[in-house]
């Protein structure tokens, strides 16, 4: 984990428990190897460490409570847009869903995985490919 996180896990033991991670990999005594092993898995969801291991970036200050936080607005959002379409004549636009980290690559994961679109694309790749066979004889 050293290797591929060592910046954020230096980052985290400073800032969640005081400690160099230098100093454990000094071999002074101070902390041994297990411990830090064990505060490392401990460390909370919201921390660097989880969020690059998570994916990156995007990810920091993630935790349970901050997820909880968007589900709340998004209701409210969706009540208001209740209130307001009962209310109105016009259309109203429902609300968007409010970003999440990771939304880019599962909906990147959504168009792979869909069946529909997957279909799709192979028979418009077989059109373009019919359609360069015909033009190339004449």
Do not use: C
Request: charged letters at 35%; a positive charge.
């Amino acid at each position: 984990m050293i290797s591929e996180h060592g910046d954020a896990l230096i980052a985290d033991f400073r800032e969640y428990y005081s400690v160099r991670l230098l100093d454990v990999l000094k071999f002074d005594g101070s902390l041994n190897i297990a411990e830090a092993a064990i505060l490392a898995r401990k460390l909370p969801p919201s921390s660097r460490t989880v969020a690059a291991v998570q994916g990156g970036d995007e990810y920091w200050g993630w935790d349970f409570e901050r997820h909880v936080l968007v589900s709340i607005l998004e209701a409210i959002n969706a009540g208001n847009h209740l209130f307001a379409s009962a209310n109105s004549k016009k259309k109203i636009k429902p609300p968007k869903r409010l970003p999440r980290p990771g939304d880019e690559e599962r909906k990147r994961k959504e168009r792979e995985n869909n069946p529909f679109a997957l279909m799709v694309k192979r028979q418009m790749d077989a059109l373009k490919k019919k359609q360069k066979g015909d033009a190339s004889h004449e």
